[in-house]
């Protein structure tokens, strides 16, 4: 004989056991494609680093190897000294630094003038920023070639960077338009009260707060710039003045069985934009969600 | 007194003018980016599309020309380049919508680690675009790449991946799979804004998780859903690098997708006036395609506020 009550409670803690036991293997199943896609995203890296310490003989054994034994670091060396990386290092690293600094500082000022200054064709010229996000690049490309062709800038670096002081592109505005709408506007105005100017206001009082944002523009331009292909493709057409990414391009050409060679480049033209992502990461991931949702 | 009066409107005059101003300053460079940069490169793009303007810069007036020439098939690649992008845009838009949903969907629930996995989920998009090609080039090699290499170890049949003309669009769509990592941050976003009441009330109905992610979660992503969508079809009729560097267009024009067809005809071909036609297809086709899915939303997407 079991008593009633007794009989209620060993169901109802089975029912709590089994809904526990379903939570968790639900958290199991989770954990096992979180790991899956952990995989999904990291192995072809691993085996972009992998590939780039091995020799030739190695990387073509089969079945592969995991781990290069011992590591060649030799391969960075090479793929330095036969194609001159170190001057497409410098010549990426010059005109990031100009595009960036161009987009920070402009896209911000006139970010400023869309989300706290009342003037005249205000919404109409935001409304025709934000359609140009939607313009194939295709269609402008090939004017602006043309353009700056008869303006004697085809192989400089002119064409690649003017642009970047001239707003700096629709997408940062907005993005940096929505962060200025987040600050209280009491701030700018009690200042404009004590007499400070408009760019007094921008500069020690939004520019401040706005830091985060600032860096997540910043670092956004620094990778389309670093990252970009068809820019330098199009323009740039001796090759001592060639970026990172035509001279892997170019490397690819000249040493295409070279696998471990080829890895090596590669891994050394990701290097700047993995460091600059861990540094700036925290910010990145909120500048995406800002942009994609609170649009 | 009366002069106080007076001067008060007159000085929110000067103010609001002197806003005015400063107005148009602070956003002069984007204003004159937009005309210079956008707008001018625009309107001189559709005259060069009437033009045969070469890279020399001799040109005539030729009218229609340049689109009867791609729409009568007397060049041969402009419907097949529309094929090519219209297969990879079909197949690699829903891969990448649905996985990256997937991955948001894992990173919203209460597991450990969440930050590391987000992070590593994005990592492959800052990889700049060369590298990703050489990275898959790599792999994907028929008698080297791992992939095959994997295959082998499973015991099942390995492809030639982008070396041959059946399997280069759905190779090049997988691909794009792996740098999905913006679309699911965006989509993770989404997730975090569903209020919790919502799914209490689900469960005190009675419901179970397939019902909560029914009847809430995708709902209420349906505006997020509609945004992604957007940004990825544009995006994805635009691809050019990787078909560039890794095919070739190749093997036999199989990958020539619509921006490298407009590539080679300006820059190989020298044509510029007919790259120009070409390319105003393009825009005409984007905002086609976003036109309808935006006509097709009142359908599927569900705005909390109503509209």
Redesign the interface.
């Known amino acids: 004989m079991v008593n009633p009550t007794t009989a209620s409670r060993v169901s109802s803690r089975r029912a709590r056991m089994a809904g526990r036991a379903r939570k968790a293997g ?2 199991a199943c ?2 096992a ?2 790991a899956a ?2 995989v ?6 691993y ?2 680093v992998r ?1 780039s310490l091995m020799s030739m003989a190695q ?2 054994r ?3 190897i995991w781990i290069p034994n011992p590591p060649r670091w030799d391969n960075y060396v090479k793929a330095f000294s036969v194609v001159p990386f170190g001057r497409y290092y410098l010549n990426s690293g010059v005109i990031t630094l100009v595009v960036v600094s161009g987009t920070v500082i ?2 911000s ?2 970010a ?3 989300a706290r ?6 919404d109409a ?1 935001f409304a ?2 934000i359609a ?1 996000m ?14 700056w062709s ?1 303006l004697g800038f085809s192989n400089t670096y002119v064409p690649l960077i003017v ?1 970047a ?4 592109g ?1 997408y940062n ?1 907005f993005l940096l338009r929505q962060f200025y709408m987040t600050i209280p506007r009491e701030l700018d105005e009690s200042a404009f009260v004590d007499g400070a100017g ?1 760019l007094t206001i ?1 500069a020690r009082i939004l520019t401040p707060l706005t830091r985060p944002a600032l860096i997540v523009v910043g670092i956004f331009a620094f ?1 389309g710039s ?2 970009d ?2 820019g330098p ?2 323009y740039l057409s001796s090759s001592s003045k060639y970026t ?2 035509l001279g ?2 170019m490397f ?1 050409g000249m040493y295409n069985a070279e ?1 471990h060679l ?2 090596a480049a ?2 050394a ?2 290097l700047p ?2 460091v600059v ?1 861990f540094i700036g ?1 925290r910010y ?2 909120e500048g ?2 800002l942009t ?2 609170k ?1 | 007194m009366q002069a106080g009066i007076a001067a008060a409107p007159k000085r929110a005059g000067a103010i609001a003018a002197a806003e005015n101003r400063a107005g148009w300053l602070f956003a002069a460079p984007a204003a004159l980016g937009f005309l210079l940069f956008v707008l001018g490169p625009m309107a001189a793009s559709l005259w060069y599309s009437f033009t045969n303007l070469t890279i020399s810069g001799k040109w005539s007036f030729i009218g229609l020309s340049n689109y009867r020439n791609m729409f009568s098939g007397n060049d041969i690649y402009f419907y097949h380049a529309l094929g090519v992008t219209a297969r990879y845009v079909a197949m690699s838009v829903p891969l990448k919508i649905g996985y990256a949903f997937l991955l948001a969907t894992l990173l919203n629930q209460p597991a450990h680690g969440k930050s590391v996995f987000r992070a590593i989920f994005y990592l492959p998009t800052i990889v700049p675009g060369v590298a990703i090609s050489m990275i898959w080039m790599w792999l994907l090699n028929p008698d080297l790449g791992l992939v095959n290499e994997l295959l082998r170890a499973a015991g099942l049949p390995t492809s030639k991946w982008i070396y041959s003309k059946d399997t280069v669009i759905p190779s090049l769509s997988f691909m794009s799979v792996w740098t999905t990592g913006t679309i699911a941050v965006v989509f993770l976003a989404g997730l975090q804004d569903i209020p919790r009441h919502l799914y209490e009330a689900t469960s005190l109905d009675g419901g179970g998780a397939w019902s909560r992610f029914r009847h809430v979660t995708v709902p209420l992503m349906t505006p997020t859903i509609f945004f992604n969508l957007c940004t990825t079809l544009i995006g994805s009729f635009q691809v050019f690098a990787e078909a560039y560097i890794m095919t070739g267009g190749g093997p036999d024009n199989a990958s020539l997708f619509y921006v490298f067809y407009l590539y080679r005809e300006a820059f190989t071909y020298t044509r510029m006036g007919s790259a120009c036609a070409i390319a105003w297809v393009l825009f005409l086709i984007i905002m086609a395609v976003t036109a309808l899915v935006f006509k097709t939303s009142d359908r599927w997407v569900f705005y909390e506020g109503g509209r």
Not at chain 1, 40 to 45: A, H
Not at chain 1, 137 to 142: D, G, H, K, Q, R
Request: net charge positive; hydrophobic share 60%; with cysteine.
């Open positions: 639900w958290m989770v954990y494609l979180l896609g952990a999904f995203s990291l192995l072809p890296l085996w972009l590939s990387i073509f089969l079945p592969p402009t896209s000022l006139s400023y003038a869309f200054l009342r003037w005249k064709g205000r010229i025709c920023l140009s939607m313009l194939p690049f295709a269609v402008t490309m090939i004017p602006l070639f043309v353009g008869r642009p002081w001239f707003g700096g629709a505005i408009y921008y990778m670093w990252n292909f068809l493709l199009i990172v990414s892997l391009r690819q696998w080829m890895m590669s891994a033209a990701l934009v993995i992502f990461q990145f991931i995406i969600t994609g949702i649009g």
